[in-house]
């Protein structure tokens, strides 16, 4: 009964959001600045900031495995937050690429680490508590959740004020081929590997292994060792989650909320209640 | 001229062809002029063809391109290709794979390769259509697009970095020509498209005016052309029907008539009187007419030709015939003499002359009067023509002489006819005219072989020597001549005599002048020189008789008088005759009736200043034909000529004659001045003569002066000229004095 309750109630707000964005919110919201900066890499990286209420705290949010703040989970989320006067900042890793726009295709050449995308994200975490004053809550979105655990293992000393991993996933050692296959052409450094969802991925042994080694228990440890306070939220029916993950989740020191019937991606309404989930965390923090 | 040495002009025929080539050549011009239009616009046309074609090819390249640098900006706006520029170890893999792989690239691409912002490839590749390094003209902030002369495009466009600065550049290599012979024209050719050489790299706009290429037949211009083709066919054909019409048309309605016409016209040659020309009408109106007027003028024409006909016969009849006696005239018996000279020679044709002269005939008419003397002429004149054969022609060729010419006839025939005719005139009763005593006639004949040329020539003179032969009184009044007349006459003149007498009068050559002396009483002086004729022969000069003789039996007095005339001109103009002095010269009695006379004399007309010119003309020759002598002499007297009256009182003097004759001076015969050295009756008569003259105004000459008592004689009876051996005798010219000289009796 109590989920049926819920779930009207979940309805009705989400019919409201939904007549909501009908209108011409964009008079209400903060128009969206682009930034860029420079990377200490030495790239160029761009995000999206939303400046929003100074009384609301800052929220960076990390798009996916080899996408961009304009991937449709995280910038829905982003707007809808920016909505809610939530000073927001969506950076795009720049995978070595300067004011990189796209996705990186899986059989681009990938010389990028889960190393340069932390520190990309430092970067980002710092330039949101300058602008802000405030400490910023993290949000990473599948292997984005990844790369903020990755932060936080890096830079424990950031002002994180909480982190919300979504969709949060590790690197399957049964998808990835630990070895590669060796790409003659490529002069012997570049190997094609599978991970994630990339059956051909070009990269060095080094650059693959930052990510490779982001498995199920390089994640539950980082949980386990996180600084700053973890949320997980997890669709009820994302197919990446095997129900093993998902107890693991459970049993780990981090928050799980999951969202029933929502995919890997909360997409369609599911994101009205991401969004729930989230603005939920954020009045918490 | 005869039709066929008649220079031809063009006919029907030709000036038809003539046409009809006309419009031929009209129509050929105007087809040329109408082929010249449609090249005209079938170059326009191509022209317009042309046009469109370069401008859908200029669309088409325009497309292309923008199509290209869409794929470019794309390309420049891949994170990949800044990610290689950026880090390019592996930019070979990625070429072979990822920029292989890379959806939107050209379909026309040769090559593509990425470049850093120096313009160096990202890696050394041995296999890249590219160069390893770019030129530097390609390496600028707006793409460089440009056609090169290998034939393919190069397409250059920077990659824009983070900051403001070009990260590097992609070129690409692109096949245009291939491209452009994929796509679908609607105005040119897609396989006849090519590109000469080019001089240097052109941008694609320049593009459209360099290409060669064909243009798809237009079928609209290969309607126009076939129907102008067939049209124009036509329009030949409907030429040359027209044409054709046009010809059978000229044959049927002009020229068929017109050779009708013609040879209407020239059957009139055959029968110049005929009344018409043609009877059938015509087709056209206007050759009708003309046939019309063609019978009316023939009908007045065959008039005309009549008339003239008449006309024709009555001036033969006029010219050819005595107007008194009816029956032909000296000039038709010349005529017909030299006619049958020309002829008969060569036949063995007997032909006989018969010359007739009335006895006393000047008598007769002096006597009965002249209207009394023309009906004897016509009595005789009819007796003889009852008495001819058919065929036989009667000539009066003096005032009482006839001539008969008898063809076929021997001298015994001619003799028997002259008997008859004799006996008929004897047998006339003249008493009925008026004439108491008897008229007779006096007949000579001659007969020759037509064979013998010369003889047919010498029968005129024989016929008058045997006829004054039969004049003699005792002698029968018929006299055939033979050769003792000749004998008799002394007149046997050698055929070398001849010759040289009748060369001398056709060439001037050994004929000369002598002048004898005339003497003036009253100026004291010779005054003038009467002209003697002189022809030097084989033996000498000829005796003057004999050159009369066989003047007067040729007939050649005319021809004499104006050999003289020529001489005796050269020699006053030679100033051989003594100036203030002058000629008298002889002029026989057929020049003094000749109409001509005034002309032969006339360029001797500038010479009267200088020379007294004195014409001797004896009185027969002017009372034989006394008018017409009249007006010959009149006009020479008007131009400064004098007349004498030459041989006056040696025949039937007149003196009704002379009051009437045109002449200034009477010069008395010999005989009538040797009569005045006898102391008779007549030397009375004679005496009162040249009083009665003198009285009547005229000079007397006394010639043959050959004593001083005649001189004297003649002097005192007031004779103003004198003219003798006792004078002067007749001298060449040579001998002449210089100048005029006092003569002394």
């Known amino acids: ?285 | 001229m005869s039709r066929e040495g008649r220079h031809r002009q063009p006919g029907l025929t030709f000036y038809s062809l003539a046409f009809l080539a006309l419009v031929v050549a009209s129509f050929l011009v105007v087809a040329g002029i109408g082929l010249f239009s449609v090249r005209s616009f079938d170059r326009q046309l191509a022209e317009v063809a042309d046009r469109l074609a370069r401008r859908e090819l200029a669309t088409v390249i325009h497309s292309i391109e923008q199509e290209w640098r869409r794929s470019m900006e794309a390309l420049t706006g891949w994170d990949e290709v800044r990610q290689q520029i950026e880090n390019p170890v592996y930019y070979p893999y990625w070429r072979g794979h990822r920029l292989r792989e890379y959806g939107k690239l050209p379909e026309d691409l040769v090559g593509v390769e990425v470049y850093d912002a120096r313009g160096r490839m990202l890696a050394t590749l041995s296999d890249s259509r590219l160069p390893h390094r770019l030129r530097s003209e390609m390496l600028g902030t707006e793409p460089y697009l440009r056609l090169h002369p290998d034939g393919l495009v190069w397409f250059v466009a920077p990659v824009a970095g983070a900051g403001k600065g070009i990260l590097g550049f992609v070129a690409m290599k692109l096949d245009l020509l291939k491209r452009l012979r994929q796509h679908h024209y609607r105005y040119l050719l897609a396989d006849s498209l090519a590109l000469g050489a080019l001089p240097r790299p052109l941008s694609l706009s320049e593009l459209p005016m360099r290409f060669h290429f064909r243009v798809p037949p237009s079928p609209e211009l290969g309607l126009l052309k076939q129907s102008m083709t067939r049209t124009m066919m036509m329009v030949v054909l409907a030429v040359l029907l027209l044409a054709l019409v046009f010809y059978a048309a000229a044959l049927r309605l002009l020229r068929q008539p017109l050779q009708r016409l013609l040879q209407a016209v020239r059957g009139l040659e055959d029968d110049p009187s005929a009344g018409t020309v043609l009877d059938e009408s015509l087709p056209l109106a206007e050759l009708d007419e003309i046939r019309e007027a063609l019978n009316a003028y023939q009908s007045r024409l065959s008039q005309v030709h009549r008339h003239l006909d008449r006309k024709n016969q009555e001036l033969w009849e006029l010219a050819y015939h005595d107007g008194l006696t009816g029956s032909y005239n000296r000039r038709a018996f010349d005529e017909h003499w030299n006619a049958l000279l020309d002829t008969v020679p060569g036949s063995r044709m007997p032909v006989s002359l018969v010359l007739f002269d009335c006895n006393h005939f000047k008598a007769i008419n002096d006597t009965y009067g002249h209207q009394v003397g023309d009906l004897v002429l016509q009595t005789i004149a009819g007796i003889i023509q009852s008495n001819l054969r058919n065929g036989d022609n009667l000539y009066r060729v003096g005032g009482d002489e006839f001539v008969l010419i008898l063809l076929d006839a021997d001298a015994e025939a001619a003799r028997r006819l002259a008997e008859r005719i004799m006996d008929a005139v004897r047998g006339y009763d003249f008493s009925r005219l008026g004439i108491e005593e008897p008229v007779r006639l006096s007949i000579g004949i001659a007969s020759a072989i037509a064979e013998h040329a010369e003889q047919l020539r010498n029968m005129y003179w024989e016929a008058d020597l045997a006829m004054y032969h039969a004049k003699r009184p005792g002698f029968h009044h018929i006299a055939l001549f033979s050769e003792d007349m000749k004998s008799e006459a002394g007149s046997v003149f050698s055929s070398q005599t001849i010759a040289t007498v009748t060369e001398a009068i056709e060439t001037g050559r050994n004929l000369v002048m002598y002048y004898q002396p005339i003497h003036s009483f009253r100026e004291g002086r010779v005054v003038y020189y009467e002209a003697l004729v002189r022809i030097h022969g084989e033996h000498g000069v000829i005796n003057p008789a004999e050159i009369f003789q066989i003047v007067e039996s040729r007939r050649l007095e005319q021809d004499l008088d104006r050999a003289v005339f020529r001489q005796v001109r050269a020699d006053l103009e030679q100033g051989l005759i003594p100036e203030g002095t002058g000629v008298s010269i002889n002029v026989s009695g057929p020049s003094v009736t000749e109409p001509a006379l005034f002309d032969w004399l006339e360029p001797m007309a500038g010479l009267l200043e200088r020379y007294r010119i004195v014409l001797e003309v004896t009185e027969t020759s002017l009372i034989r034909q006394i008018y017409e002598a009249s007006r010959s002499l009149d006009r020479l007297r008007a131009a400064g000529f004098k007349v004498a009256l030459d041989d006056f009182g040696s025949g039937y003097s007149s003196l009704r004659y002379l009051a009437s004759m045109p002449v200034d001076v009477v010069k008395f015969d010999i005989t009538l001045v040797r009569g005045l050295a006898e102391r008779n009756r007549q030397a009375q008569v004679i005496e009162g003569l040249v009083q009665l003259i003198r009285a009547a105004g005229y000079p007397i000459v006394a010639e043959g002066i050959e004593n001083e008592e005649m001189l004297e004689r003649v002097r005192r009876l007031g004779f103003e000229f004198v003219q003798g051996f006792h004078i002067g005798r007749p001298a060449p010219p040579q001998a002449l004095p210089g100048g005029a000289r006092s003569g002394t009796a």
Not at chain 1, 40 to 51: D, E, F, I, K, M
Not at chain 1, 201 to 212: D, G, H, L, Q, V
């Open chain 1, 1 to 285: 009964m109590d989920q049926v309750q819920a779930r009207c109630a979940r309805a009705v707000r989400g019919c409201f959001v939904f007549l909501l964005l009908l209108l011409p919110l964009t008079a209400l919201a903060d128009q969206p600045d682009l930034v860029r900066e420079k990377m200490p890499n030495g790239r160029v990286a761009l995000a999206t900031w939303h400046p929003g209420h100074e009384d609301k705290p800052p929220v960076l949010i990390l798009h996916g495995f080899l996408q961009t703040r304009e991937f449709p989970t995280v910038a829905r989320l982003g707007e809808s937050l920016a909505e809610e006067g939530y000073p927001v900042l969506l950076p795009t890793l720049t995978l070595g690429v300067d004011t990189r726009r796209k996705s990186l295709p899986c059989e681009a050449v990938h010389l990028h680490s889960m190393e340069q995308d932390a520190e990309e994200v430092a970067y980002w975490v710092k330039w949101l508590q300058r602008r802000t004053g405030k400490p910023v809550t993290v949000i990473g979105h599948s292997a984005g959740s990844s790369t903020m655990l990755a932060l936080s293992q890096r830079h424990p000393e950031l002002p994180v004020s909480r982190m919300i991993l979504v969709s949060l996933l590790s690197f399957r050692p049964e998808e990835a081929s630990v070895e590669g296959k060796p790409v003659p052409s490529a002069g012997g450094r570049l190997r094609e590997y599978r991970i994630a969802f990339c059956k051909r991925y070009p990269s060095t042994p080094e650059a693959f292994a930052s990510y490779r080694a982001w498995d199920a228990k390089r994640t539950l440890q980082a949980l386990a060792d996180a600084p700053w306070p973890v949320s997980v939220i997890l669709g009820g029916a994302d197919d990446r989650v095997t129900p093993q993950w998902r107890a693991r989740l459970k049993a780990s020191p981090a928050e799980l909320r999951v969202v029933e019937e929502a995919g890997h991606f909360f997409d369609t309404q599911y994101e009205f209640d991401l969004l729930d989930e989230v603005m939920d965390l954020l009045g918490g923090a």
